[in-house]
């Protein structure tokens, strides 16, 4: 995975991700990458803070960690955020997350 360092990178507790959520979606899921981040479409609208708690839920589902494990770090209001998740790292996060042929088009 070439693009480890830029999405995602080990931290003492975990892992660091960078994602680019679009809210609004059919249903939630991870559709690859976008840039230097990963795209995450979220089946709720950005209404008090409900896209983030599906954004945090999806994560926490995916990665098989408790959603306290899941930590937006910056970006709360934007669609790019950089999240914490601890107990996993980088290359097993992305793994989870990515889907199959993500990681060879490079492209979501």
């Not at 926490?60 to 930590?71: E, F, K, L, Q, S």
């Not at 955020?81 to 042929?101: F, G, Q």
Request: with cysteine; proline share 5%.
């Amino acid at each position: 995975m070439d693009s480890l360092p830029v999405i995602a990178r080990d931290s003492e507790r975990g892992a660091l991700l960078t994602v680019h959520v679009q809210p609004g979606a059919s249903h939630t899921e991870c559709v690859g990458i976008h840039g230097d981040a990963i795209k995450i479409r979220l089946a709720t609208r950005p209404i008090d803070g409900a896209a983030n708690d599906e954004l945090i839920r999806f994560i926490a589902a995916r990665c098989g960690v408790p959603r306290a494990n899941v930590r937006i770090r910056a970006g709360e209001q934007a669609r790019r955020k950089r999240l914490s998740i601890k107990a996993i790292t980088a290359e097993v996060l992305l793994t989870r997350l990515l889907p199959r042929n993500a990681n060879e088009t490079g492209k979501a």
